[in-house]
């Protein structure tokens, strides 16, 4: 199993560049999230999605949209970047329960520049 | 008011030595609790869940107090392999929403 995938590894935006990243995960969890982690803040939630077609909001979703038309794929698109955006942004994923069970299998992560 | 603060440290400790890190949360609601391992570039990984009765596994022993709302991590006998930041998760069941620290930094020094 390939677990979290996401694609592209490092990417550089000029401002106002569009781009989605993607994340794949083949372990048939229900929920997926998307994070972006900048220095001394922590990892913060942007969008999460609790199973196919549902999405909502996490603590810091302005700028960001998010689709997840497959079970398996989770999109996060940046239609205006800006370079407040740039960050590292990660994926993860997990099973539905909450409690012990609940862990977060993260992607590899991707390193956005925007300029 | 952060949703889970810890002390960032860094925390530089020769090998062998014993190191605790704590973690405090501020909804009483919170559900579930991890401690996760983030290497230098690198994604988060889980460490170890932390249960109510406190829980060991290997050199780590992890603990929960509800009452005062924080959370430790107890490495014992630390190795060079153990440096690393270490991040304090905590789970809020609304959701499944996930509220992680910012980390505390870990050097062993040989």
């Known amino acids: 199993n390939a677990g979290v995938t996401q694609t592209p590894k490092f990417r550089v935006l000029k401002t106002g560049q569009s781009m989605t990243l993607l994340c794949a995960q083949d372990?048939?969890?229900?929920?997926m999230y998307w994070y972006r982690q900048d220095p001394g803040m922590g990892l913060r939630l942007i969008h999460y999605?609790?199973?196919?077609?549902?999405?909502a909001k996490g603590e810091v979703p302005d700028g960001y949209n998010v689709s997840r038309l497959k079970k398996q794929n989770f999109l996060l698109g940046l239609e205006s970047a800006a370079p407040s955006q740039t960050s590292v942004y990660f994926c993860?994923?997990?099973?539905?329960?909450?409690?012990?069970?609940?862990?977060?299998?993260f992607g590899p992560g991707t390193r956005l520049t925007v300029l | 008011r952060k949703e889970v603060e810890q002390d960032p440290g860094p925390f530089n400790v020769p090998e062998g030595a014993t190191v605790a890190f704590n973690c405090t949360y501020s909804?009483?609601?919170?559900?579930?609790f991890f401690w996760y391992r983030q290497d230098c570039r690198k994604e988060p990984k889980l460490l170890m869940s932390?249960?109510?009765s406190g829980n060991e596994d290997g050199r780590f022993t992890a603990q929960l107090n509800r009452a005062s709302q924080y959370i430790s991590l107890l490495i014992r006998d630390s190795k060079l392999s153990d440096s690393a930041t270490y991040l304090c998760?905590?789970?809020?069941?609304?959701?499944?929403?996930?509220?992680f620290g910012t980390g505390t930094s870990l050097t062993v020094i040989p």
């Open positions: 999605s609790v199973g196919e077609g549902t999405t």
């Open positions: 998760v905590v789970n809020i069941r609304t959701g499944n929403q996930f509220y």
């Open positions: 993860a994923s997990s099973y539905p329960t909450s409690g012990r069970n609940s862990e977060q299998f």
């Open positions: 372990m048939n969890h229900e929920y």
């Open positions: 909804n009483s609601a919170s559900q579930s």
């Open positions: 932390v249960y109510s």
